[in-house]
C-alpha cells in the first residue's frame, strides 16, 4: 500500500519529487506539502502541510468533496488509504486533492 501511495503521489504532478522528513517519504514541488504516516492506526496516513515554517495557507480553497480529509490545525490535514481497494476507488479524487493542495501552496 505504502508503495501504490507514494506512486499516486509522484503521478499527481510532473513537479512532485521525493525525500525523507521524519523518517518517512516525504513529497516537495517547491516546498514540502506531503509525508506519509506510516503508523497510522487502519492504515497508511498522508499528512498535506504548507512546509516545515509557518506561513499563509488559504484552507477554504481545498477542495474536499468526498471528506477525505482530517484537519489537523490551520494549514495542515491528513488522509487515510485504508487498503488498495479504497486507494483505487479514490484514485481520481485523491489526484484531485493533491493537485489542489499543490495549488494553493
Partial sequence: MIVALRALVLASDASVREGIKWNAPSFLVDTDFA???LRTKGGVGLI???GAKKRAFDAAAIED???????L???RAMLVVTDLGMLEARRTALTALLRNWIAVL
Fill in 65 to 71: 468533496p468526498d471528506r477525505l480529509l482530517t484537519w
Fill in 73 to 75: 490545525g490551520d494549514d
Fill in 35 to 37: 509525508t506519509m504516516h
Fill in 48 to 50: 498535506l502541510h504548507a
